[in-house]
């Protein structure tokens, strides 16, 4: 607990568009694909399967947290999906990782701050990748994102990942 309010207490909420905005810890780094992929590099010592996903990364939003990377998605078009959505979702992925025989592969998907959020983890090695996906309550603003760690840091990772889940404002 003391360092989910360590995390609060020295953030700044960062606007990720004119609809989406998030609580960014002061102790993250904002870094560039490039950045990533270094870091990637030395830290999940050349795992290809983790320098080919973060070479898929498609944002500005990149940070660094400690050893954790995070990349968060958001679109400025507004989504028309079903309230079901994200549990079709679920099912979707839950069953191409059970086909796939995917490692340590979990899934989520509850209520947060009355957003719809679901969460995918599956460790690859000694890398772990953390999907999330958050709906606003009427389902028409979406953030994305993706967390990149050695499985050495899932406590932290977790801490982060609350903490960023909790802290997602939509204007609704």
Known sequence: MAVIYNLAATSQQVVLNDDISIDIPATAQKITKEDALNHAAKRFNNDRTALKSINYIHTDHIYKFNNILVSLNVSD?????????????????????????????????????????????????????????????????????TL??????????????????NSIKFKD
């Open 77 to 145: 078009k507004t989504l028309n999906v079903k309230s079901t959505y994200l549990s079709e979702l679920k099912k979707g992925l839950d069953i191409m990782a059970k086909r796939g025989k995917a490692t340590g592969y979990t899934s989520s998907l509850k209520k947060i701050n009355n957003n719809t959020v679901l969460t995918t983890v599956e460790i690859q090695g000694n890398v772990v990748y953390c999907n999330f996906y958050c709906l606003n309550a009427n389902n028409t603003r979406e953030i994305t994102g």
């Open 148 to 165: 990149h760690y050695h499985k050495d840091d899932a406590t932290e990772a977790a801490t982060i990942l609350d903490h960023l889940l």
